[in-house]
């Protein structure tokens, strides 16, 4: 079993910043990668970023790009994800994934799910 619980959500106006966090604890193995998905409303969950245990290596979707860094703090079982040049489209719940695989064109968590940090963004 692995818990997660994130927090940082929030209103913001268009153009602005925020930074979400991800606290995981619980008794299992390391996984290879973590991440985030998020899900506007009538809109299936989806994935935005990805970073391997190490943090060498961290995979977005296209439409975040250049705008959303992840990164984590393995001493503190932290991941985080910072948003910049937020956008209306952006506003979703935001869900942090314990488990990370590709599968194809993909991304599937097979962890544990965060209770998810509601994100606005007004125009």
């Known amino acids: 079993q692995v818990q997660l619980v994130e927090s940082g959500g929030g209103l913001v106006q268009a153009g602005g910043s925020l930074r979400l966090s991800c606290a995981v604890s619980?008794?299992?193995?390391?996984?290879?990668?973590t991440g985030w998905f998020r899900q506007a409303p009538g809109k299936e969950r989806e994935f935005v970023a990805g970073?391997?245990?190490?943090?060498?290596?961290?995979e977005y979707t296209d439409s975040v790009k250049g705008r959303f860094t992840i990164s984590r703090d393995n001493a503190k079982n932290t991941v985080y994800l910072q948003m910049n040049s937020l956008k209306p489209e952006d506003t979703a719940v935001y869900y942090c994934a314990s488990n990370l695989l590709m599968a194809g064109s993909r991304r599937i968590n097979l962890g544990s799910w965060g209770q998810g940090t509601q994100v606005t963004v007004s125009s």
């Open positions: 970073i391997t245990w190490s943090g060498s290596s961290t």
């Open positions: 619980g008794r299992t193995l390391r996984s290879v990668a």
